[in-house]
């Protein structure tokens, strides 16, 4: 079974850049895609962006495209995801999880393993 931790997380001023990073371990190849997801304070978990470990195909929710990058690095099993021009927004609780499935990378519900989480913070 995989196991996710996430790191990079902190505190930022709005405008700055943040990357996070998620180290996979006991990844198979049953694990097809790697998703980022958030939750704001006192808001439902939301899908901020996916990645497939073969092709690196990418999928971004709208209120991060042109702003936040996902990358892999498969000898590495770790996947990254740049943040940059954050917005107060943007603060939230970032996931990292990791999906057997071939679609529907925006629904949590398709997400078998998660991360512990780690804590962005932007400042005004």
């Known amino acids: 079974q995989v196991q996710l931790v996430e790191s990079g997380g902190g505190l930022v001023q709005a405008g700055g850049s943040l990357r996070l990073s998620c180290a996979a371990s006991?990844?198979?190849?049953?694990?097809?895609?790697m998703g980022w997801f958030r939750q704001p304070p006192g808001k439902e978990r939301e899908f901020v962006t996916a990645i497939t470990w073969s092709t690196g195909w990418r999928y971004y929710a709208d209120s991060v495209k042109g702003r936040f990058t996902i990358s892999r690095d498969n000898a590495k099993n770790t996947v990254y995801l740049q943040m940059n021009n954050l917005k107060p927004e943007d603060t939230a609780v970032y996931y990292c999880?990791?999906?057997?499935?071939?679609?529907?990378?925006?629904?949590?519900?398709?997400?078998?393993?998660w991360g512990q989480g780690t804590q962005v913070t932007v400042s005004s």
């Open positions: 006991g990844r198979t190849a049953s694990d097809y895609a």
């Open positions: 999880a990791a999906s057997p499935y071939t679609s529907d990378y925006a629904d949590s519900n398709k997400y078998r393993n």
